[in-house]
């Protein structure tokens, strides 16, 4: 194993010695596109073989749109803060029939989880590591385990674009107009989508104190100030009255088996009985000991977009922590399979960590060494869990037809997944 390490690590320096040649060209870009789409519809083909809202899917992004206007409530906050993107699929979403709705949001969905993948090979990262390091991490990152609810979800898309956010904020700077605009319309809508732009923006402040201080990074860190200040009034005057409230149920026990159970062996084996297993409170505390080394090594040891993201995702996880959206006492239910969505980001950094120990030049050969092990383990999470249970057919075409023949006026309720969620439409 640590000659593996060290053919890696051999690779990183011959690449990273000639940048430009660390550039995916327009035809590798094109095929990782499509293969990382079929690699996320083949780990639940019925997102498109049988598409079928989820819960807020149709509860909140479809129902509203279509009862009230997709248009008029764009910018309506939901649970405190505002939820562009899926607002904006779901106004889209009216220009085509109900039967062909859910397919929409899904590869809406699917573009989004994506499409961090592509920017990541693109030039803008050639100095970050080689390209062959740069895919590999790609393909963990869409082959994650334990994350079922953000794969193919245009509910849960605001962590994709939390996550493409901030690899804006850490790329090179754009030299392009066409760069510029892609940069542009990611902060704007994803700090638009969900709460992260508040958390992000200080980063992304002593960044550009630290390490970047260009116009266009100016730029683009007003844009996202703006869209922070936007969400904190959203929150100001919502947040409360739209967030489950209750006590949390915290304990030390409980934060080592959260962080053990779904954030470091949740990335390399997927779902466990860690949290279920009483004796085992030992090893959740050495399994989180262990994990959190891993990342204080980096933020010690790391490029500073590494240590970025690390904060990044630890901010985000503590945020998760200190207000979920679950009914009380709280921790308790992030010890099961609901909420995988809290995880996404730390188990990426997590992932990222790990792959950096194991290419890292500077590293020590036991640092190398216990990383491209813990790599390989996660190889066994990922068959486990490469293929995630199907939607309950409820039928939606057969729903979605009845509702074409009711005559104006009329209402339908159609059940949707998971089990006890339905959404009302009224025939305009």
Known sequence: MPQVADSILKREITATDDPGSNAAGWWLQATVFLVSVLLVISRRPDAVTNPQFWAEDGTLWYAQAHNLGGWKILFQPVAGYFCTAPRLAAALAQLVPLAAAPLLFNLVAIFFQVLPVNFFLSSRFASVGTLPTRLLLGFLYLALPNSFDVNANITNVQWHLALLMCLVVIAEPATSQWWRCFDVSVILLGSLTGPFAILLW???????????????????????????????????????????????????????????????????????????????????????????????????????????????????????????????????????????????????????????????????????????????????????????????????????????????????????????????????
């Open 202 to 428: 200080p980063l992304a402040a002593v960044a550009w104190g630290w390490k970047r201080r260009g116009k266009w990074t100016l730029v683009l860190l007003l844009t996202l100030a703006g869209g922070a200040l936007l969400q904190v009034i959203a929150l100001l005057r919502t947040g409360n009255a739209a967030r489950v409230q209750g006590i949390l149920g915290a304990t030390p026990v409980l934060f080592a088996k959260i962080l053990a159970s779904q954030v470091f062996l949740g990335a390399l084996l997927g779902r466990n009985n860690l949290p279920y297993r009483h004796s085992y409170t030992l090893h959740a505390v050495l399994i989180t000991v262990a994990g959190m080394a891993a990342l204080a090594y980096a933020l010690l040891r790391a490029r500073w977009e590494l240590k970025l993201f690390v904060v990044l995702a630890s901010v985000i996880l503590a945020a998760a922590l200190l207000n979920p959206m679950a009914n009380p006492p709280k921790w308790p239910a992030l010890l099961t399979a609901w909420g995988v969505r809290y995880w996404l980001l730390p188990m990426v950094a997590f992932v990222a960590t790990l792959l950096w120990m194991a290419a890292g030049n500077r590293n020590p050969r036991t640092v190398r060494f216990i990383a491209v092990a813990a790599l390989l383990l996660m190889s066994v999470g990922i068959v486990r869990e490469w293929r995630y249970p199907r939607f309950a057919d409820l039928h939606f075409g057969a729903y979605a037809r009845q509702f074409s023949d009711l005559p104006k006026g009329s209402s339908l309720d159609i059940p949707l997944n998971p089990t006890g969620w339905s959404m009302t439409l009224t025939k305009r």
